[in-house]
C-alpha cells in the first residue's frame, strides 16, 4: 500500500510592524487597531479558549492573537498615559 505523504502547511505570518524602538513587533492588522478594538477582540479570544472545543493548532493561534492584542492595548495605555502627562501642569506633576 503507498504511504500518504504527510505534507504540514506552516501557519501564514501576517506582515509585522513596530511602533517603539526595541520593541517587538506587532502583527500589521493588530497594530492598526484602536484601544477598544482590541480589547473587545481580546475578550473575545478569551472567551474562544476559555470555552475549550478547540484544536491545538487553533488554540496556539488564539493565544498568539491574544498576546498581540494584550501587547498593543498596554502600549496604546501607556501612550495615552503619556499624553496626560505632558498636559498636566509641571507642578501638578512633581506633586504627582
Known sequence: MPRKSQTRT???TEPQTQ?????SALPADVAALGYEEA??????????LEAGGTGLEESLALWERGEALAEACRR??????ARLDAARPADEQEQG
Not at 76 to 81: H, P, Q, S, W
Request: net charge negative; glycine share 8%; proline share 8%.
Open 39 to 48: 480589547r473587545d477582540e481580546l475578550a473575545e479570544v478569551v472567551r474562544r
Open 10 to 12: 506552516e501557519p501564514q
Open 19 to 23: 511602533t517603539e524602538p526595541g520593541a
Open 76 to 81: 496604546r495605555l501607556e501612550g495615552a498615559r
